[in-house]
């Protein structure tokens, strides 16, 4: 049977993120996507105009009518949120939904660079921590892995013990499987750090100058789409690191990355034995 994936994402017209990005690139894993939408932005909000439709009641609404239709999800992948009350639908949604079982993947989408997106309420990161308890991966970067531990993010000077702690916490937290993207050791390399047992692994590639947007979104949709295939964590951190490569060689834009340069690489998107 295809598995059905929900993602609980905005849609932003313009800048290629979240929805947009997550969508095309599970699909790709031949997971049929259904979207539970959290806002409707006419462009995302690195832009420096952007609307925000805020859209907690549609998903209010979006959960009573699929409730009608009995629908059950082998996994459901969350991103950029709103709000406190978003979170709570999103925990709520996955403890309905999903089948027993189903993969469940948080990227608890706050911030970057040390800053949180603008929008987010201060406690926001607190409420975040309920989904953790839900997860079998999430996938925050340097400054949300702060965020969401309550402490003050660090742009450089941490070392591997730091990073080692910081997921350790996190899995305390009872985030099963905590992966840390845009994790940096040495000016060169940027990479992703997650945990075997209680060991620190640290996966990294050629640091680009520059700060693009959509790396996180395509980072999680790749783990999140590999592991529903059934492909192990660090088979899944592989993969989206090549399609991240790939993506960000090929004539990236600051607004978004060129994912789809990545797509036509058949062996990224069929995990082996799958
Ligand atoms: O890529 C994360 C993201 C998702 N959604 C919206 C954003 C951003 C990052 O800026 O603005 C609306």
């Not at 499987?177 to 845009?182: C, L, R, V």
């Not at 899944?236 to 060689?249: D, E």
């Amino acid at each position: 049977m295809q598995k059905k994936a929900a993602i609980i994402q905005d849609v932003s017209c313009l800048g290629k993120c979240s929805a947009g990005v997550a969508l095309p690139i599970v699909s790709h894993f031949d997971i049929e996507c259904a979207l539970l939408p959290t806002a409707l932005l006419s462009a995302h909000t690195a832009f420096s105009q952007y609307t925000c439709m805020d859209l907690t009641d549609m998903m209010r609404t979006v959960c009573r009518d699929w409730r009608a239709q009995g629908v059950r999800f082998d996994g459901v992948y969350s991103g950029y949120m709103l709000n406190e009350a978003q979170i709570q639908i999103a925990a709520a949604f996955m403890d309905e939904f999903a089948r027993p079982g189903a993969l469940i993947l948080v990227d608890p989408v706050m911030g970057d660079n040390g800053k949180a997106y603008a929008m987010l309420s201060e406690h926001y990161g607190m409420t975040m921590r309920c989904l953790l308890k839900r997860a079998d991966v999430i996938t925050p970067n340097l400054t949300e892995a702060a965020l969401l531990l309550g402490c003050t993010p660090k742009l450089e000077g941490y070392d591997e013990r730091e990073v080692r702690d910081m997921l350790l916490a996190l899995r305390d937290m009872g985030a099963k499987q905590p992966m840390i993207t845009g994790v940096s050791f040495s000016p060169e390399t940027i990479g992703v750090a997650y945990l075997e047992g209680t060991s620190l692994r640290y996966v990294c590639d050629e640091k680009l100058a520059g700060v693009f947007c959509g790396t996180g979104d395509t980072f999680a949709s790749v783990v999140f789409g590999a592991m529903l295939r059934g492909a192990a964590p660090e088979d899944a951190v592989h993969r989206a690191l090549r399609v991240l490569k790939t993506a960000m060689r090929t004539d990236p834009q600051w607004y978004g990355i060129r994912f789809e340069a990545a797509l036509n690489d058949p062996e990224l998107f069929l995990p082996n034995g799958c």
